[in-house]
């Protein structure tokens, strides 16, 4: 079956620093979508990619979709405390309900 | 506040029990899926609902039943669970695929310990 591998497990950061994380797949994905999870709650969705090598921001968060189309990644700028929890890749094959999840990075942010 | 509700949050629940999981969507949404999350593993995909008709089953236990009445809930019927059924219990909702633009929009979850 299709898997994510996601990377890193986890990390332990400091207040201020910058974060980056990845997804990759032997599949080619038509999108790619990255979420966070705080304990508790569900998966809250941050960015969505549609397209190759598209590279969407929001806020102090980063993605891209590789040009390869099986990997994308996640980058946090000048983390704060609140950016902890377990962010998630997800892989779509267009036109399926396919949705491929990541096992999830664990971050912890040190103040 | 993502637009799907998830009753109740938590659940404790005997081997002998039966329960309901319940979710709604007020997004406007014509497809309504259920996940399994348990520690340290992907999420597992459950059941998918589109347009209130099943269209993915992924060979669930027979104890897990669901139940789509219109396309904006969905229940998860529960009854004689094994312990190793306990997990977070997500409902999620999107647009029918439409071959491009897909997102995918998620409950807070059901928290639930089978004793």
Known sequence: GQQLNQSPQSMFIQEGEDVSMNCTSSSIFNTWLWYKQEPGEGPVLLIALYKAGELTSNGRLTAQFGITRKDSFLNISASIPSDVGIYFCAGVFSGTYKYIFGTGTRLKVLA | ETGVTQTPRHLVM??????????????????????????????????????????????????????????????????????EDSALYLCASSQQPSGGGETQYFGPGTRLLVL
């Open chain 2, 14 to 83: 005997g081997m002998t029990n039966k329960k309901s999981l319940k979710c709604e969507q007020h997004l406007g949404h014509n497809a309504m899926y259920w996940y399994k999350q348990s520690a340290k593993k992907p999420l597992e995909l459950m059941f998918v609902y589109s347009l209130e008709e099943r269209v993915e089953n992924n060979s669930v236990p027979s104890r897990f039943s669901p139940e789509c009445p219109n396309s904006s809930h969905l229940f998860l019927h529960l009854h004689t669970l094994q312990p």
